[in-house]
């Protein structure tokens, strides 16, 4: 079965700090990875995406994703986190084909404290 | 371009009501889906259309459910006889024609709330 877990529900970084999301994945072929980003009752905006080649993405207001095939991982980090970031972050899964039927997880809220 | 547009913004419905949502993708974007979010909860897929084609449609899609894209360009998806399951946050992205790596473009969402 195809999954994304994101096991931190919350998490909290002083802003300036850096920051790691973790993102593990369960899919029966080379998936594309996506990280979007989601404000308060807004929809979705995309951060980054790997497809294939560098498994290390850059994507944009300085975020950056490491793929790691051996350990089904996608995860996100920032080497100093600012206010604005404070917003929920998703990772998603999917086909290699560009059909775009993403399986998400359930997200990762992040507060920035002062 | 201004990118994915959806309407209404928010919607309050009496259970029992029936609702519609619309979907204006971006232009020339052939690929339209349909996902549901609910509080706390990661966006599911519902359904995709391939211009005026609906491709595939999710479990979660019971029978009240009922989407549509009639000339390949907007699209509208229709609840009936809503129930308080219903409530939640109703996204539609669009994508183009792959031509080597894409990703999908996501509106700013539909909120529904059944009361």
């Known amino acids: 079965a195809q999954s994304v877990t994101q096991p931190d529900i919350h998490i909290t970084v002083s802003e300036g700090a850096s920051l790691e999301l973790r993102c593990n994945y369960s899919?029966?072929?080379?998936?594309?990875l996506f990280w979007y980003v989601q404000s308060p009752g807004q929809g979705l905006q995309l951060l980054l995406k790997?497809?294939?080649?560098?498994?290390l993405v850059q994507g944009i207001k300085g975020f950056e994703a490491e793929f790691k095939r051996s350990q089904s991982s996608f995860n996100l980090r920032k080497p100093s986190v600012h206010w604005s970031d404070a917003a929920e972050y998703f990772c998603?899964?999917?086909?290699?084909?560009?059909?775009?039927?993403?399986?998400f997880g359930t997200g990762t809220r992040l507060l920035v404290s002062p | 371009d201004t990118g994915v547009s959806q309407d209404p913004r928010h919607k309050i419905t009496k259970r029992g009501q029936n609702v519609t949502f619309r979907c204006d993708p971006i232009?020339?974007?052939?690929?339209l889906y349909w996902y549901r979010q609910t509080l706390g909860q990661g966006p599911e897929f519902l359904t995709y259309?391939?211009?005026?084609?609906?491709?595939?449609k999710s479990r979660l899609l019971s029978d009240r459910f009922s989407a549509e894209r009639p000339k390949g360009s907007f699209s509208t998806l229709e609840i009936q006889r809503t129930e308080q399951g219903d409530s939640a946050m109703y996204l539609c992205?669009?994508?183009?024609?792959?031509?080597?790596?894409?990703?999908?473009?996501f509106g700013q969402g539909t909120r529904l709330t059944v009361v």
């Open positions: 992205a669009s994508s183009p024609r792959p031509r080597g790596n894409t990703e999908a473009f």
């Open positions: 790997y497809f294939s080649g560098d498994t």
């Open positions: 259309f391939q211009n005026e084609a609906q491709l595939e």
């Open positions: 998603a899964v999917g086909p290699n084909t560009g059909f775009q039927k993403l399986v």
């Open positions: 232009s020339e974007h052939n690929r």
């Open positions: 899919y029966g072929a080379t998936p594309y």
